[in-house]
Protein backbone atom coordinates (compact mmCIF):
# COMPACT_ATOMS: atom_id res chain seq x y z
CA UNK A 1 0.00 0.00 0.00
CA UNK A 2 1.53 3.45 -0.35
CA UNK A 3 1.77 5.89 2.68
CA UNK A 4 -0.67 7.12 4.03
CA UNK A 5 -1.17 10.21 4.55
CA UNK A 6 -3.68 12.61 6.11
CA UNK A 7 -5.81 12.59 3.30
CA UNK A 8 -6.14 9.12 3.07
CA UNK A 9 -7.59 9.62 6.85
CA UNK A 10 -9.53 12.12 6.17
CA UNK A 11 -11.23 10.59 3.38
CA UNK A 12 -11.34 7.00 5.40
CA UNK A 13 -13.18 8.65 8.74
CA UNK A 14 -15.38 10.39 6.30
CA UNK A 15 -16.17 7.02 4.79
CA UNK A 16 -16.86 5.62 8.15
CA UNK A 17 -18.33 8.49 10.02
CA UNK A 18 -22.41 7.11 9.14
CA UNK A 19 -21.85 3.63 10.28
CA UNK A 20 -22.45 2.50 13.65
CA UNK A 21 -18.89 2.92 15.52
CA UNK A 22 -19.16 -1.00 15.98
CA UNK A 23 -18.39 -1.77 12.84
CA UNK A 24 -16.13 0.81 11.84
CA UNK A 25 -13.06 -0.90 12.54
CA UNK A 26 -13.87 -3.98 10.43
CA UNK A 27 -14.45 -1.57 7.61
CA UNK A 28 -11.34 0.75 7.96
CA UNK A 29 -9.26 -3.12 7.63
CA UNK A 30 -11.43 -3.49 4.50
CA UNK A 31 -10.51 -0.69 3.11
CA UNK A 32 -6.76 -0.84 4.26
CA UNK A 33 -6.95 -4.41 2.55
CA UNK A 34 -8.55 -2.87 -0.83
CA UNK A 35 -5.89 -0.26 -0.94
CA UNK A 36 -2.91 -2.88 -0.34
CA UNK A 37 -4.14 -5.29 -3.38
CA UNK A 38 -4.92 -2.42 -5.62
CA UNK A 39 -1.37 -1.33 -4.82
CA UNK A 40 -0.27 -4.89 -5.75
CA UNK A 41 -2.03 -4.53 -9.02
CA UNK A 42 -1.03 -0.95 -9.90
CA UNK A 43 2.49 -2.78 -9.64
CA UNK A 44 2.00 -5.65 -11.59
CA UNK A 45 0.08 -4.03 -14.30
CA UNK A 46 1.01 -0.59 -14.51
CA UNK A 47 -2.30 1.36 -14.27
CA UNK A 48 -4.86 1.67 -11.31
CA UNK A 49 -6.95 -0.94 -10.17
CA UNK A 50 -10.33 -0.44 -11.63
CA UNK A 51 -12.48 -0.35 -8.42
CA UNK A 52 -10.10 0.68 -5.69
CA UNK A 53 -7.94 3.04 -7.49
CA UNK A 54 -3.35 3.61 -6.94
CA UNK A 55 -3.28 1.98 -4.16
CA UNK A 56 -4.09 4.80 -1.91
CA UNK A 57 -6.13 4.54 1.40
CA UNK A 58 -8.02 7.87 0.14
CA UNK A 59 -8.88 5.95 -3.55
CA UNK A 60 -10.48 2.89 -1.85
CA UNK A 61 -12.49 5.07 1.10
CA UNK A 62 -13.40 7.26 -1.79
CA UNK A 63 -15.04 4.59 -3.19
CA UNK A 64 -16.90 3.89 -0.34
CA UNK A 65 -18.03 7.94 0.66
CA UNK A 66 -17.58 9.31 -2.87
CA UNK A 67 -15.83 12.82 -2.64
CA UNK A 68 -17.87 14.63 0.47
CA UNK A 69 -16.16 17.51 2.21
CA UNK A 70 -14.44 17.12 5.42
CA UNK A 71 -16.81 17.77 8.62
CA UNK A 72 -15.47 20.18 10.91
CA UNK A 73 -13.42 18.69 13.75
CA UNK A 74 -15.89 20.31 15.98
CA UNK A 75 -17.72 17.16 15.26
CA UNK A 76 -17.20 14.83 17.98
CA UNK A 77 -18.62 11.60 15.70
CA UNK A 78 -16.01 12.25 13.07
CA UNK A 79 -13.02 12.73 15.39
CA UNK A 80 -14.39 9.29 17.06
CA UNK A 81 -14.06 7.82 13.37
CA UNK A 82 -10.77 9.67 12.75
CA UNK A 83 -9.45 7.99 15.91
CA UNK A 84 -10.63 5.00 14.70
CA UNK A 85 -9.07 4.97 11.79
CA UNK A 86 -5.86 5.91 13.20
CA UNK A 87 -6.16 3.16 15.65
CA UNK A 88 -7.22 0.18 12.90
CA UNK A 89 -3.74 1.35 11.26
CA UNK A 90 -1.49 1.03 13.84
CA UNK A 91 -2.78 -1.96 14.38
CA UNK A 92 -3.38 -3.09 10.57
CA UNK A 93 0.43 -2.39 10.72
CA UNK A 94 1.75 -4.28 13.90
CA UNK A 95 -0.49 -7.15 12.46
CA UNK A 96 1.20 -7.17 9.26
CA UNK A 97 5.05 -7.21 10.77
Given at each position: ???????????????????????????????????????????????AH????????????????????????????????????????????????
Amino acid sequence: MRAITHGDVSAAARAVWSLPTVVQPAAVRAMLEKAHAADRFRKNCGRAHPLWGNGSLMAAALTECGRAGEPRLSDSGYLEAMCTVIETILDWRQRAR
